[in-house]
C-alpha cells in the first residue's frame, strides 16, 4: 500500500507518518513550511501545479488530508481538497481528518454542522472543515474522520500545544487558570493514528468520531496531563465561565466497530 500523508509535518501528520511506516507502507509525506523529516516533499496546496506533480509523483492508494491551519483552512478545501478530489478516481481512498462540527453533547456522525459566526472560537477552521466534508463526501471511496480534541506526544516527541503551555506555566510557578464548565471529548494521537490504520486496513467508508468515552473540562485535562508529567498541579486552578458549553462526541460506533482502544484521561 502506497500512502500520501498531506501534511506529514504537523502533529497528527507526523504521527501517522510514522505509524503508515512502522506497519510497512510506502508513505509520502508532505509539508509546506515546516520540514522535519528529510524524506519528506515540499508541496504548496494553493498552487495547482504543484499538487498535480506530487500526485503524479507518488500515485497513491491512500490520500489522507492531515492538514490544520486555523486561518486558512477555508482556502486550503477550496483550492486544494476540490482540485485534488478532481484529480482522483474512486480507486483511492481519501481520509479527510475533520473537527467537530455541531455544538451540544455527545453529537453523532449524523449531526447538522452549525457554522460559526466570526465571533466564535476558531470560526474560520470549523466553517473550513465543514465544507471540506460536503466536497469529501461526493467522493465514494472516503473516510471522514471527527476526532476529538487531539493531545499526547507525536511522532517527532512532540507535546501538543495544550500540554506544551500547561508545562510552561508550571515549570516558571505561573498560576494557570481553567474552565471547570466548558468541555469536550479528548482524544491521544498515538490513538488516533492506530484507529486511522484500522479503518484504512477495514476498508471503511463513511464518517467516525473517534475519541475518549468521557468528555471533561478544561480544568480536568489540564490537571490530568500536569499530573502524568509528574508536574505540579496546584498551579492549576478552576474557575466557572458565565456561559458554559459542551462539544463533545458520541463514540458508540467507535467502540462497535474498531479494535484500537481509546484511552481516557
Not at 460536503?134 to 493531545?151: D, E, F, M, Q, T
Request: aromatic letters at 10%; hydrophobic letters at 35%; charged letters at 20%.
Amino acid at each position: 500500500m502506497k500512502v500520501l500523508i498531506i501534511g506529514a509535518s504537523g502533529f497528527l501528520g507526523s504521527t501517522l507518518y510514522k505509524k503508515f511506516t512502522q506497519n510497512g507502507a510506502v508513505v509520502i509525506g508532505t509539508f509546506n513550511s515546516n520540514q522535519i523529516d528529510a524524506k519528506q516533499i515540499k508541496m504548496n496546496l494553493f498552487n495547482l501545479s504543484d499538487i498535480e506533480r506530487v500526485l503524479l509523483e507518488s500515485i497513491p492508494d491512500v490520500i489522507v488530508w492531515a492538514v490544520c491551519d486555523y486561518e486558512n483552512e477555508n482556502r486550503l478545501t477550496d483550492i486544494g481538497i476540490k482540485y485534488i478530489l478532481n484529480c482522483i478516481n474512486n480507486s483511492i481512498k481519501f481520509v479527510y481528518i475533520s473537527t467537530t462540527i455541531s455544538e451540544g453533547p455527545l453529537q453523532r456522525e449524523t449531526v447538522n454542522p452549525v457554522y460559526r459566526t466570526e465571533d466564535m472560537y476558531l470560526y474560520k477552521y470549523v466553517n473550513g472543515k465543514i465544507d471540506g466534508e460536503k466536497l469529501v463526501k461526493a467522493h465514494k471511496n472516503h473516510i471522514i474522520v471527527r476526532p476529538g480534541s487531539i493531545y499526547g506526544v507525536d511522532g517527532y516527541n512532540r507535546l501538543d500545544t495544550r500540554t506544551a503551555t500547561i508545562k510552561e506555566k508550571i515549570e516558571n510557578k505561573i498560576p494557570y487558570v481553567r474552565a471547570d464548565n466548558l468541555v469536550t471529548s479528548f482524544v491521544n494521537v498515538n490513538d488516533l493514528a492506530k484507529a486511522i490504520v484500522e479503518l484504512i486496513d477495514m476498508n471503511f467508508i463513511g464518517t467516525i468520531n473517534i475519541a475518549g468515552d468521557i468528555p471533561v473540562s478544561h480544568y480536568y485535562f489540564s490537571k490530568k496531563r500536569a499530573e502524568s508529567l509528574g508536574l505540579d498541579t496546584n498551579y492549576i486552578t478552576a474557575e466557572t465561565k458565565d456561559t458554559a458549553y459542551e462539544y463533545s462526541l458520541d463514540t458508540t460506533n467507535q467502540r462497535n466497530l474498531l479494535q484500537t482502544n481509546i484511552q481516557n484521561l
